[in-house]
């Protein structure tokens, strides 16, 4: 039980990587703080995982709003007394270059992807100082990286996500809190589907989205989950400030 009674918070945990790892972080012993501006699917997800005996609080949010992230932590405090770990993983892909992007595109990008973990680490890091020791993930991506062509808005997000997370983890690496971020390539989530059966042809999209990956293969929400694991159990206790690629070989 590498979570035996931590305390975690899954932001996007309604669907996708979020699903995958509140799913995983469970059956090794979290007590789960589900995060989703999607309540009907997390309300469901809530239910499964309680019938399960995992203990779980539910808040619908949106986390680009710093008085709904505030109160996030609140709520978890109320309930548990503590924050162990806290997983910042939803996000939005819009498509498009810089020059097609719209400044209401590019604020939309920039909130949910970057602001809303600027915000849940303010409110959260008081909390795991008092404590002498933390762990928080951020999800970036390859993107983030190295840029990936029609994703301008989204690549400049990730990009920021690697640098708050290196940021946070030198500046409180003394109180005991660490902070890692995970760079995927392509993973196969219900919004990547929602992408692909939106797109003009559908099967040329999903090809290209599977060429992108030299093993011929997009990555699964279950391996993005494996790694969130080690980030947040003490297998990784020697490990901050590090931007993990996890890619099919596509920076090869």
Request: with cysteine.
């Amino acid at each position: 039980m590498k979570l035996d009674r931590k305390v975690v918070i899954v932001t996007g945990a309604a669907a996708g990587i979020g699903e995958a790892s509140a799913r995983l972080f469970a059956r090794e012993g979290a007590h789960l703080v589900l995060v989703d501006i999607d309540a009907e699917r997390l309300g469901c997800l809530a239910l499964e995982l309680e019938a399960s005996g995992t203990q779980v609080l539910e808040i619908a949010c949106d986390v680009a709003d710093g008085a709904q992230c505030a109160r996030v932590v609140d709520l978890t405090i109320a309930q548990f007394g503590k924050i162990d770990v806290l997983f910042n993983n939803a996000g939005i892909v819009l498509n498009g270059s810089l020059a097609e992007c719209t400044e209401d595109e590019w604020q939309r990008t920039i909130d949910v992807n970057l602001k809303s973990m600027y915000l849940l680490c303010r409110s959260a890091i008081p909390v795991m100082q008092r404590r002498g020791s933390g762990c928080i993930i951020n999800m970036s991506s390859i993107a983030g990286t190295n840029g990936v062509s029609n994703r301008g808005a989204y690549s400049v997000s990730k990009a920021g996500v690697i640098g708050l997370t290196k940021s946070v983890a030198v500046d409180f690496v003394k109180d005991g809190i660490r902070a890692n971020c995970i760079c995927p390539a392509t993973v196969d989530t219900p919004s990547l589907r929602q992408r692909i059966a939106g797109s003009e042809d559908p099967e040329a999209a999903l090809r290209a989205f599977i060429a992108r990956q030299p093993m011929g293969r997009m990555g699964r929400a279950e391996e993005i989950a494996a790694l969130a694991l080690y980030l947040a159990s003490d297998d990784s206790r020697f490990m901050t400030g590090q931007a993990i690629i996890v890619d099919g070989g596509m920076k090869l």
